[in-house]
């Protein structure tokens, strides 16, 4: 296709003048000697009807002012927006042309990429990688480049499958005991120091719960003694108790009279023993009888801790 151009007929140097000239030093000077008196104007309550009058004058002379600024740009640009108008025209008619061309070639493209990817999952497929490792996790855009050729990205794909096999042996073989759940972190991020950190974080986890769970144990062993000593102190108690109440009704059933016999015999000198007398119920009683059957009399014996 050959080329053409553009030849611009009107002289611009002629037609565009270089500038548009006015009495503008005549009117600033006007505007200047006249508008002083009001930019320093303090309006009295009195002077609010003048002051309203004086400023409808200053916008009448600011709105013609406008009205001619507006009225010569409208004027400059009517040539300006015709030369405009076509020039966007023969633009429109290039841009429909390359489109169709653009269309076209960006379907090849496409074709090309869709061809492309789907070697590369391919290839992908043959690879060792995880069951859960889909080929979108280690995707590159980048691989889809005419300039990246398909022996650099088979040989990226391959990289990154041996990489994520290797995160993964290395995180079973981290801790047996979290290796299951760092392994959902790594399957989340493919980021194998944030999966050691969700171990790490899990092991504390643990180590402070068990440090928990043996200050409960230890407190509660703990309450548990207490417990039982004071138990044991109480039944003691309650034995010493019932003891002393049963010597001391030994001793009264001891101290009844009983039937002098008829013959006195020389008395012996009265001995005092204090022994203690571990006995069962039955024996009990029969030792009360017995005592009882020969004169013995018995008191009670203080305990040594009373």
């Known amino acids: 296709m050959e080329t053409t151009e553009i030849r611009m007929i009107t002289d611009l140097d002629k037609a565009v003048p270089q500038s548009l000239d006015f ?39 600011s709105s013609a002012i406008s009205e001619q600024r507006i009225a010569v740009k409208k004027r400059y640009l009517e040539p300006y927006n015709a030369f405009e108008a076509n020039m966007k025209e023969l633009s429109g008619m290039c841009d429909e042309a390359s ?31 995880p069951a859960w490792l889909t080929f979108e996790r280690i995707e590159n855009p980048r691989w889809m480049n005419v ?34 759940e760092m392994l959902l972190e790594y399957r989340k991020t493919l980021n194998v120091s944030g999966a050691i950190q969700r171990g790490n974080e899990l092991r504390r986890m643990k180590q402070e719960r068990e440090r928990r769970r043996a200050e409960q144990e230890a407190a509660e062993k703990a309450r548990t003694a207490e ?11 309650a034995i010493a108790a019932k003891q002393a109440r049963e010597a001391d009704e030994m001793a009264e059933q001891a101290e009844e009279p009983t039937q002098e016999p008829a013959e006195q015999p020389e008395e012996e000198p009265v001995q005092i023993l204090d022994f203690r007398v571990y006995v069962t119920q039955k024996q009990k009683i029969a030792l009360r009888d017995w005592l009882k059957e020969n004169g013995i009399r018995v008191t009670r014996v203080p305990r040594y801790d009373d």
């Open 23 to 61: 009495n503008f030093e005549e009117v600033k000077a006007w505007l200047g000697e006249n508008l002083t008196a009001y930019r320093n104007m303090v309006v009295t309550e009195d002077g609010i009807a003048a002051a309203k009058s004086d400023k409808a004058k200053i916008r009448k002379i």
């Open 99 to 129: 489109k169709n061309i653009d269309d076209q070639l960006k379907k090849f493209e496409e074709q090309r990429k869709a061809q492309k990817r789907n070697d590369l999952l391919a290839f992908y497929q043959t690879q060792n990688a």
């Open 147 to 180: 300039t990246f050729s398909m022996d650099e990205a088979q040989k990226e794909i391959t990289e990154k499958v041996n990489a994520v096999n290797a995160d993964v042996e290395s995180i079973s073989g981290f801790d047996a005991e979290f290796a299951d």
């Open 227 to 237: 417990r039982e000593e004071a138990e044991r102190r109480h039944a003691e108690a």
